[in-house]
Structures are given as C-alpha cells and as structure tokens.
C-alpha cells in the first residue's frame, strides 16, 4: 500500500501539473499536497487502521483533480479518475469503494457517517485555521472571479468569510483540539477587519456628505458673485448712459446758443456802434465751443483693433465680452474663443472683472471731461455776462 500511495502522488502531481487550468490559482497541486498532509496529521492521533490511513491518504490525492473536467460535481469525476488509475494498478474493488465513498464525503453539504470521512473533511478546510488564511481566501477569491465570472467586493467577501467560520464545525475531537483556537483568531481578526471596513465606508460617505455641503457652499457664492457682476455692470452702463445724457445736454444749450449768437448778435457787430459788443460776444463763443468739444470728447467712443489670437485666448489676454477685442474676427474664431472661455470659471470670472475695471476707466474719463465741461459753462457764462456788462457800462460813460 506505500508503494502505491508513491504511485498516486506522482500521478497526482504530473496529472495536475499537465491538466488543470492555471485559474484554478486555490484548488491547485500545492492545496492538494496540503490537504494530504493535514490528513496524515489527524490520522496520527486517530482510531484508523492501516488500510484506511492509507485510503483516506489516496483520497486525499485525487479529491480535487476533477477540477480538470468540472467545477460543479468535481467529486463524482475525482472519483472517476481515482478509480481508472486503481484499476488500472490492481487495488481491491473494496479499497476503491472506500476511497470513491472518502472522496464523495468532501462535497460541501455532505454530512459526514464515519470517522474517516470526517477527517477528510476536516483536512481539507484546514485552512480556517492557517496563519495565512487570509492569503488563502484571497486566491479562492480570485479563482471565483476567474473560472467563474464571480466578483465579489471586499466586504461581501469579509461578511461572507464570517458567516462560513461561524457556521463551520470540525468533525474529529483531534481537528477541534489542534486548530479551534487559531480559527477563532481567524474569525475575530475578520470580524475586526469588517469594523474597520465599516467604519472607513461610514468616514468616506461623511467625506462626500462633506464634500456635497461644500459644493453646495461653493455654489452659493458663484450666484452671488454672478449677481454681484451682474448689478455692478447694469449700474455702471447706467452711470454711462447719465453721463452721456448730461453731455448731450451741454452739446444741445450750446448749440443752441451759437445758433442764436450767430443768428442775432454778429450781424449788430457790423454797425460801428456796436463795436463795444465784439470783445464779449468773442468771449462768450469761444466758452461755447470749448465746452461743445469737452461735450464731444466725452461721448467720443474708443474702438480698439478688433482682433485677437489663439495665444491670446491661451494667455487669457483677451476680454471676449467687449465687442472692441473681437469684432474683425471670424464667427467661428469668435465661437471657439467663447467656448474655451466658458469652460473656464477663472477666465470667466476674470474677463467680466476686467470688463468691469475697464467700464470704470471710461466712466472716470467721462465725468471728468463732464465736471470740466460744466465748469467751462458756468464760468464762461459768468465772465460773458461780467464782460457783456462790462462793454455796456463803458459804452454808456463814453456817450456820457
């Protein structure tokens, strides 16, 4: 019987090694070679016979290698290929029944009936109690997601590992007095990696609670800030429009009063009895049309070249939202510059910033030349009356 148990592992090994899908990265040679070895463990301090170590020794050879024709019902092909290879080196036809019943005990929802299957049973989850478990049902994980298309997240497979240990239950008093305790530890260490697990899903949803507020926060000022450009703008082009009223104004008073010096008072400068007028009336035209041309200096728009590059966009040079900056342009320069401006919150933001700044360059500029103009006004219409006053006076003493 040791002989041919030397049989059954080389061909075990050579028949694994030439038939099994790499895949199958945990119910492989090395899983086989260890199950065999727990068994020859247990069966140390058992009741067994010779024959059935030796039986429960080749079962534990062959109870994975249907893995090489199925998945689903493995066991009934181990079975099958245990018994060609015992056949074919003329074991007994009872040795072959026990050894086929041994093998069949390892299906997952088979109660084991007799000692031997218990042990073969317990050999081969020998590994719930492994300071490697976790390396272990880590390669039975990725061998689900390989050969079946099975994935499963970290803490389905945490829950999933627990409910397996707590469920489990060894069969032979020597498995429950060797490796009960390390497979306690392995329970708890899983049941604290799934606190761990837990409260790392509780910190990342608080993060993205988190997250989400002060997105919600970030998108509050943006509306504010919208508003805030918007009011700023409408009241700046509204001090514009004021300020080009109050100009127009000026232009219209003294146009109109040219038009009655020109009309009515430089005829009179004919008559030499009017001579006296000539210096006031020179006066009082000369205040009219200084203040006509601050009037126009300060309606006068300022057009810029129109034109702008791909560089210029780029660098964020250009203020798309001024017509000045693009209006040689093509329509489909100008589309594209936009949609690049738009994608961008900072150029954006600093476009209609400096839209603003600019806006109040010209109204500075504006109310300005306006506080000028109106001072010209009043202080020509001043000295022309003090001059018109003036002339009238030393006409009269000179009559006198």
Partial sequence: MEALIKQVEDFVTHFLNDNLDSKFVYHNLAHTQRVVNRAIELTEDSNLTDTEKHQLVIAAWFHDTGFTKVIKGHETESVKIATSFLEDHKASEEDIKAISKII???????????EVEGLIRDADSSHVSSKN?????????????LTLDKKVTKQDWIDENIKFLTNHTFYSATATKKWEGRKGKNLANLIQSQSK?????????QKKNELSFKKEKRDLPDRGIETMFRVALRNHITLSDIADTKANILLSVN????????????????NPSNAYLIYPTLIFLTFTV?????SVLATRPNVTKGKFTKEDVANQKVNLLFFGNFHQMSLSEFEWAMHEMMQDKEYLYGSLTKDLYFLGLVLNRKYNLLRITYTVFMVGIVISVIAFAVSFYMAESALL
Avoid: G, Q
């Fill in 133 to 145: 478990y976790s390396n272990y049902t880590s390669l039975l994980r990725k061998e689900w997601e």
């Fill in 290 to 294: 200084v203040c006509i041309v601050l």
């Fill in 197 to 205: 697990i837990k409260e790392a899903s509780e910190k990342l949803k």
């Fill in 104 to 114: 069949l005990a390892t299906e997952m929802t088979y109660k084991p009936k007799t």
């Fill in 255 to 270: 146009a109109i009063i040219i038009s009655v010096a020109l009309s009515n008072l430089l005829p009179k400068l004919d």
